[in-house]
């Protein structure tokens, strides 16, 4: 690319810059943003959960009621996010 004029040092290195400011402001911008539901780690899995899943997500629950300072559930959202279309997430 160099030797047909497409790419220089100049190029690369603003391009260095320019993909670095990119990635600072997305980072920024999805550290504003709640964290998913809490359930979502556990029914996000498989379109039915384990019994497996089911007790860990018992045992989560109450772990967070038994120390509620030590998890603070404001962080997350209280319902499901939607895309940029206003639908619900789909999950595969």
Same mark, same amino acid.
């Given at each position: 690319?160099?030797?047909? *004029?497409?790419?220089?040092?100049?190029?690369? $290195?603003?391009? @260095?810059?320019?993909?670095? =400011?990119?990635?600072?402001?997305?980072?920024?911008?999805?550290?504003?943003?709640?964290?998913?539901?809490?359930?979502?780690?556990?029914?996000?899995?498989?379109?039915?959960?384990?019994?497996?899943?089911?007790?860990?997500? @018992?045992?989560?629950?109450?772990?967070?009621?038994?120390?509620?300072?030590?998890?603070?559930?404001?962080?997350?959202? =209280?319902?499901?996010? $939607?895309?940029?279309? *206003?639908?619900? =997430?789909?999950?595969?």
């Amino acid at each position: 690319m160099e030797v047909k *004029g497409l790419w220089n040092e100049t190029k690369d $290195t603003e391009y @260095r810059v320019q993909a670095r =400011k990119d990635i600072v402001e997305a980072f920024n911008k999805a550290e504003k943003r709640k964290k998913p539901l809490i359930d979502e780690m556990f029914t996000d899995v498989y379109d039915k959960m384990t019994p497996m899943l089911e007790e860990q997500k @018992r045992e989560m629950e109450e772990h967070i009621q038994k120390y509620p300072g030590e998890y603070p559930t404001s962080i997350h959202a =209280k319902e499901l996010y $939607t895309t940029r279309h *206003g639908e619900p =997430k789909k999950y595969i």
